[in-house]
């Protein structure tokens, strides 16, 4: 599965994607597993309400399923126009 | 329908003028065009991050969603990315319908969505520090009336 | 404030480029362009009458209610009057602000404005003969939102 | 008192305007003037729910005081933009 960080989620993680191996089965899950590998992650997913997230570049809830997903991107609320 | 998402500037006279010439049978001409604003008199640039390959599909559907909701004859997006200084144009909307309401409720409309869920992120570098630009409640909330 | 009353064509993007270029400070500028739209498809021209003097003074009382009723750093209106034909400029205005939301509704409020309360009368020469056009209910509905 | 007429109300009267003497004291008064005066001006002013006044170029009512007024011009719903 392709993870991909934009923004300062980007910047707090210290990498734009990385290629990962995953069972979890719901965003909300995969953000634990990440949460519980190292700090930088931890302090990137601190506060969900500050996130959005986006699967196979759809916006999506931290309750989606993950079933067939391939791209899943995690950012702060945009801010165009 | 056209849109782009770009790193080079654009024209925005030009694009303007020929959106306005290509539109057989509207009456109504409606463009947004946002531009650096330096509020606080200390931004150096403003950076714009943004996600290809969702960026491009989350505007098409927005227009799309426009042009079916609106009746509009005809939508122009054009948004760019990259490094920009006050005074520069970040992005421009255009819209053409028979008539006024209908051209300007569907740019705001495109507005509104742009603002908030199309997949860009600003970044400001002042003369103290970057920052990332924080969205503001307007622009959430500019979404219920829809 | 800029306010031009002609019987020439204006160069629509280039009057707008211009208007972005000198907003120093406003992030958000707004145009609108009404079109000579021929909706019965037998439209040969459109010939627009209006009262001078009083033109140029409800056009700019209608701009100052603007500039201060939505907080716009700028605004820009031209109306031509005389013979046009279908796909012709008619008029244009633009609305520069810091924000988006008051660029917009000043330039909704100079059109309903415009639309009703401003000295100009359109009559329609088709193939068949030739008839004042009327009011829409909806241009001085539209009034009643201010 | 200058009097002005626009679009059709210009053409049933027949010109674009003229200069009268009047002792209307109101626009109401004026028009039943002028409609005693010619059918073209009868024709003219038969629907006044259809017709616009404008004294010294402000929009005004057909019940407005005409002292001191120089201009008075009748048109047709305005129909700009």
């Known amino acids: ?81 | 329908m056209d849109i782009r998402v770009q790193s080079d500037p654009f024209d925005f006279g030009a694009e303007a003028e020929a959106f306005a010439q290509r539109q057989g049978g509207m009456g109504a001409v409606v463009t947004f065009t946002g531009i650096v604003r330096d509020a606080a008199g200390s931004l150096v640039s403003m950076e714009i991050e943004h996600y290809p390959g969702m960026t491009e599909k989350a505007l098409e559907e927005h227009a799309h969603e426009a042009l079916t909701r609106f009746q509009l004859g005809d939508v122009l997006i054009v948004h760019r990315f990259g490094a920009m200084r006050p005074g520069e144009m970040i992005m421009m909307v255009a819209t053409a319908a028979p008539h006024r309401a209908d051209a300007f409720q569907g740019a705001e409309f495109l507005m509104d969505y742009l603002k908030s869920r199309a997949p860009f992120w600003k970044k400001e570098i002042t003369r103290s520090g970057t920052d990332w630009v924080a969205p503001r409640h307007e622009d959430e909330d500019a979404l219920g009336r829809w």
């Not at chain 1, 950012?75 to 165009?80: I, Q």
């Open chain 1, 1 to 81: 599965m392709q993870l991909l960080y934009f923004a300062w989620v980007r910047e707090r993680i210290g990498l734009p994607r990385e290629t990962i191996e995953t069972k979890a089965r719901t965003v909300a899950e995969l953000v634990a597993e990440l949460k519980a590998r190292e700090d930088r992650y931890a302090a990137a997913f601190a506060d969900l309400s500050a996130l959005r997230v986006a699967l196979d570049q759809e916006l999506a809830d931290f309750d989606a399923p993950l079933d067939g997903v391939r791209e899943v991107a995690f950012f702060p609320p945009m801010t165009g126009g």
